[in-house]
């Protein structure tokens, strides 16, 4: 059974940084991207951040690049978000999502599996 599990989240600051991890169990972990979506009260799920089956090749949503680091650990079965100098409107939940092709797709109909996510609230 597959399973991916967040963790990390919390409440901060407007400036402050985060660092989310997502460990995963039952599948080939190496052979699948990694991605991370948000969801924010109201909103549709949006992505974020995908890294490739290789963590050669890193993808970031506009509203995240330069703040926003993805980086994944194949022999620990986990992956990595890096926040920093978050904003009020990076408040979300957070999942993180497994991609079979590999290629870091930014749609999410291309992951097959879901975490359960994690609460992202940033004060101002």
């Known amino acids: 059974q597959v399973q991916l599990a967040e963790s990390g989240g919390g409440l901060v600051q407007a400036g402050g940084s985060l660092r989310l991890s997502c460990a995963a169990s039952?599948?080939?972990?190496?052979?699948?991207?990694l991605g991370w979506f948000r969801q924010a009260p109201g909103k549709e799920r949006e992505f974020v951040a995908a890294?490739?089956?290789?963590?050669?090749?890193?993808y970031y949503a506009g509203s995240v690049r330069g703040r926003f680091t993805i980086s994944r650990d194949n022999a620990k079965n986990t992956v990595y978000l890096q926040m920093n100098s978050l904003k009020p409107e990076d408040t979300a939940v957070y999942y993180c999502?497994?991609?079979?092709?590999?290629?870091?797709?930014?749609?999410?109909?291309?992951?097959?599996?879901w975490g359960q996510g994690t609460q992202v609230t940033v004060s101002s």
């Open positions: 039952g599948l080939t972990f190496s052979s699948y991207a």
């Open positions: 890294i490739t089956w290789s963590g050669h090749n890193t």
């Open positions: 999502a497994a991609e079979p092709l590999g290629v870091g797709a930014r749609e999410s109909s291309n992951y097959d599996y």
